[in-house]
C-alpha cells in the first residue's frame, strides 16, 4: 500500500505539489457523490483514503521543515 501511495504522489518523474493533490482527492470526493457501483465507490474511497495518507505523509514533512526564531534571533526546528 505504501508503494500506492508513492506511486499517487509522483507524476511523471515529479513529486506532485500539496495543491495537486488535494485537487485529486477534491475529485475523488465529487465523484463518490455521484451515484455508483458499490464496487467503484469501494475503489474510490480506498483511492481518496491512500490520497489523504500522501496529503497526511506531505504536511507532516513540510512541519518538520518549518523553523521557529527564539528571542535572539536564533532559528530552531518547530517541535
Same mark, same amino acid.
Given at each position: 500500500?505504501?508503494?500506492?501511495? #508513492?506511486?499517487?504522489?509522483? *507524476?511523471?518523474? @515529479?513529486?506532485k505539489?500539496l %495543491?495537486q493533490? +488535494?485537487?485529486e482527492? #477534491?475529485a475523488?470526493?465529487? *465523484?463518490?457523490? @455521484?451515484e455508483?457501483?458499490? %464496487?467503484?465507490? +469501494?475503489?474510490?474511497?480506498?483511492?481518496?483514503?491512500?490520497?489523504l495518507?500522501?496529503?497526511?505523509?506531505?504536511?507532516?514533512?513540510?512541519?518538520?521543515?518549518?523553523?521557529?526564531?527564539?528571542?535572539?534571533?536564533?532559528?530552531h526546528?518547530?517541535?
Amino acid at each position: 500500500m505504501e508503494e500506492r501511495i #508513492e506511486e499517487q504522489a509522483v *507524476a511523471g518523474g @515529479e513529486e506532485k505539489t500539496l %495543491e495537486q493533490l +488535494f485537487s485529486e482527492l #477534491e475529485a475523488v470526493t465529487g *465523484a463518490l457523490e @455521484e451515484e455508483s457501483s458499490l %464496487e467503484k465507490s +469501494f475503489q474510490l474511497y480506498h483511492r481518496g483514503m491512500d490520497m489523504l495518507k500522501a496529503c497526511s505523509d506531505r504536511i507532516d514533512r513540510v512541519e518538520k521543515q518549518i523553523q521557529v526564531l527564539d528571542e535572539k534571533g536564533e532559528a530552531h526546528e518547530l517541535q
